[in-house]
């Protein structure tokens, strides 16, 4: 298994597509999926890889001039907890500092509603975030959004 960052494009689509269509349970409505793909287009990107194949991808996008976001994250389910998505993060991490940011920041749904989302917040909190602030609306009233941040230097 390897991390490596993805500079080409269309290799980003790709894989983000490859990943999210497999993970409904995270990124089932299509127009968001679809929107997670076009935007991985000349993000800071790195992709978990097994022999030839990807099986997991994060992309950094740029939300301040000392801020940069965890936009997306995936895995495919066969390879959840092997560690990968800690190797994906700190790699991100690393490039993120390298390029200058302060803080990393991520958006998931609050803890507590969905248990899919749940172990999704426990990885944060175990990569280190801390809790921001929930948006009760930014997204729905049944998806109460969680910020996460994280200093990088």
């Known amino acids: 298994m390897t991390v490596k960052q993805i ?3 269309s290799e980003k689509r790709q894989i983000a597509r490859l990943v999210l269509e497999s993970l409904t349970e995270w990124f089932g409505i299509p127009e968001v999926r679809e929107d997670y793909i076009e935007k ?4 800071l990107f790195f992709a978990a890889i097994d022999g030839s194949s990807p099986v997991g991808f994060l992309y950094l996008k740029e939300s301040g001039k000392d801020t940069v976001e965890l936009y997306v994250m995936g895995v495919l389910k066969e390879y959840h907890r092997r560690g990968i998505g ?3 993060f700190e790699a991100a991490r690393s490039a993120a500092s390298a390029s200058g940011y ?4 991520v958006k998931t749904v609050q803890t507590g509603r969905y248990e899919e989302y749940d172990g999704t917040n426990r990885f ?4 280190g975030f801390k809790e921001f602030e929930v948006f009760p609306t930014l997204w ?8 996460y941040v994280m200093a990088l230097t």
Do not use: K, T, V, W
Request: hydrophobic content about 30%.
């Open 140 to 147: 729905d009233e049944r998806n109460p959004c969680q910020i």
């Open 40 to 43: 991985s287009a000349g993000q």
């Open 124 to 127: 944060y909190l175990s990569m």
């Open 7 to 9: 500079f080409d494009d």
């Open 86 to 88: 800690r190797r994906l």
């Open 102 to 105: 302060s803080f990393m920041q």
